[in-house]
């Protein structure tokens, strides 16, 4: 099924009637549409074929950058190719558009420019880069990026680490360029929107500032489906994952006056769910939802060897401290380890450290 923007009735006249009103970005500020730089939009003025590419193994913001990228060099009036080395995945599909995406560059393209977005660096494309070597190297590169670790490996980098989501790079570039943000029927406004979406998890994450909201709010005028694209990637789950979040839930310990919280997720879970090893992707989130919870643990089984994951309260427990003693790593907030022993065993030896250090917390004033 493909999603169809529909204008909001404030956004309602514009395209053909010449009244354009506030489609090329209303909310927009003229020092939001300053941060774009004029090298950039020089390079994709003067572009006429364009390839533009995203990371592999993607997602909304990787996506939803190189369709916007393309659509934009389009409106522009010239051609553009859109390149994954991975093929979108099904659940992205309701997007529109998504069948514009190749796998590897359009044979007879011949770009002048590539535009590389939401890659830290230029690696990340895959093996559309091992590939074609060749091209990557003869042809210049654009980079947009909002990753702080992003070293720079185009002729202009654009790495914006204030921004939330590439897609809201793009969304100023196409405002900078004067491209409608309805173009293509809806589906630039709907493309962005999604990148933005999934980077700030549904506007809550703390990357969401008031010029993300701007953002968001352009794109929600020019008709973007917000409601639609917040369900499908935020609430949204096939059944098999229900059935296998219940199966573990329903086993879940609360114990420490509730400070500890945990539960396990085994191998049979999944075949009684009917569901693959993905489906277990934001139960650890889930549980950790708990209102007593301080660490809230999942032991998962992983054949003779149990995964950990773990989720602490801000300002609590460092999740770092307990995952490290058992070799692992990640966040303050979120963290995992693999420890090589069954549930039943490894179960007892992670309670124990997270109960030391639960204890050793100060005590609430
Ligand atoms: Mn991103």
């Known amino acids: 099924m493909t999603l169809a923007a529909s204008p909001t009735d404030d956004a309602a006249t514009t395209a053909g009637t010449g009244e354009r009103a506030l489609v090329t970005g209303g909310a927009l500020t003229p020092e939001d549409l300053g941060t774009v730089p004029v090298e950039l939009i020089e390079r994709i003025r003067g572009a006429k074929r364009v390839m533009t590419v995203c990371h592999r193994d993607p997602e909304p913001d990787a996506l939803g950058s190189a369709l916007g990228n393309a659509l934009i060099v389009e409106a522009l009036g010239g051609r553009a190719t859109a390149v994954c080395a991975d093929p979108v995945p099904d659940a992205y599909h309701f997007l529109p558009l998504m069948d514009r995406f190749r796998t590897a560059p359009e044979p007879d393209l011949d770009p002048d420019l590539i535009i590389v977005g939401d890659c830290g660096e230029l690696a990340r494309v895959g093996r559309v880069l091992d590939d074609h070597a060749e091209l990557f190297s003869r042809v210049p590169i654009v980079n947009i990026n909002h990753h702080v670790s992003n070293i720079g490996f185009g002729a202009v980098d654009w790495v914006d680490a204030e921004s939330a989501a590439t897609c809201e790079q793009v969304t100023l570039l196409a405002a900078a360029l004067s491209v409608p943000l309805d173009s293509a029927e809806g589906a630039l406004a709907a493309q962005l929107m999604s990148g933005v979406v999934i980077d700030t998890a549904n506007f809550q994450h703390p990357n969401t500032t008031a ?10 005028e020019a008709g973007a489906p917000l409601p639609e694209i917040a369900r ?18 329903s086993r879940m ?33 889930l549980l950790a939802q708990s209102e007593t919870a301080e660490v809230a643990i999942i ?6 060897h149990t995964r950990i994951s773990v989720r602490t309260r801000e300002g609590g427990v460092d ?12 966040h303050a907030r979120a963290s995992g380890a693999t420890l090589e022993a ?24």
């Not at 999740?319 to 990640?330: K, N, R």
């Not at 069954?342 to 004033?365: M, S």
Request: overall charge neutral; hydrophobic content about 45%.
């Open 253 to 285: 310990v609360a114990s420490d006056e509730g400070k500890l919280v945990w539960t396990s997720l085994m191998d049979d879970d999944f075949a009684t769910a009917g569901a693959s090893p993905a489906h277990s992707e934001g139960l650890i989130d």
């Open 211 to 220: 010029r993300t909201l701007r953002v968001a709010s352009a794109l929600r």
């Open 232 to 249: 499908r990637l935020y609430r949204t789950k096939q059944n098999a994952q229900l059935k296998l979040f219940g199966l573990s839930l």
């Open 319 to 330: 999740a770092t401290v307990l995952t490290g003693t058992f070799g692992g790593g990640g």
């Open 299 to 304: 032991f998962k089984e992983s054949g003779p």
């Open 342 to 365: 069954p549930v039943a065993d490894a179960q007892p030896l992670v309670l124990a450290e997270a109960r030391r250090l639960i204890a050793a917390l100060p005590d609430p004033a």
